[in-house]
């Protein structure tokens, strides 16, 4: 397993990626708590749907000069995984859908709950 720090424009990502199996796993601590939150809130709580995940309306956006974007590129249709210590309990699963401009992060878990004002995906 291999842990890789970085500290870019204040934003601290913690990367952990394993290999095993022909399979890679990606782990990211995502600090941008706003967007996080944009993308929740609307996947999963927009128009009553009460934490039932409805489509692939909202996204997170990653741009080509995101250092996280060398980190997506090449790992489209692949799923990450998202955590942040303070909005999540666990991991928020999302599909990479990658373009030469953007890279765009879908959220896939089914469903998502508040407890003890954090987020637990499903």
């Known amino acids: 397993m291999g842990v890789v720090f970085l500290n870019f424009f204040?934003?601290?990502h913690i990367i952990i990626v394993q290999k095993l199996y022909n399979e890679i796993r990606t782990k990211i601590e995502f600090k941008i708590k706003e967007e996080l939150e944009r993308v929740i809130q609307s996947s999963y709580f927009e128009d009553g749907t009460m934490g039932k995940l409805v489509g692939k309306r909202t996204f997170l956006?990653?741009?080509?000069?995101?250092?996280?974007?060398?980190?997506?590129?090449?790992?489209?249709?692949?799923?990450?995984?998202?955590?942040?210590?303070?909005?999540?309990?666990?991991?928020m699963r999302c599909v990479v859908d990658e373009t030469p401009e953007v890279i765009n992060l879908y959220p896939i878990n089914n469903y998502c709950i508040v407890e003890d004002s954090k987020y637990s995906f499903y």
């Not at 956006?61 to 790992?75: A, K, M, N, V």
């Open 10 to 12: 204040n934003i601290n």
């Open 61 to 91: 956006t990653i741009g080509s000069e995101d250092p996280l974007f060398i980190i997506f590129r090449g790992l489209n249709n692949m799923t990450v995984k998202l955590t942040n210590d303070d909005m999540f309990d666990g991991t």
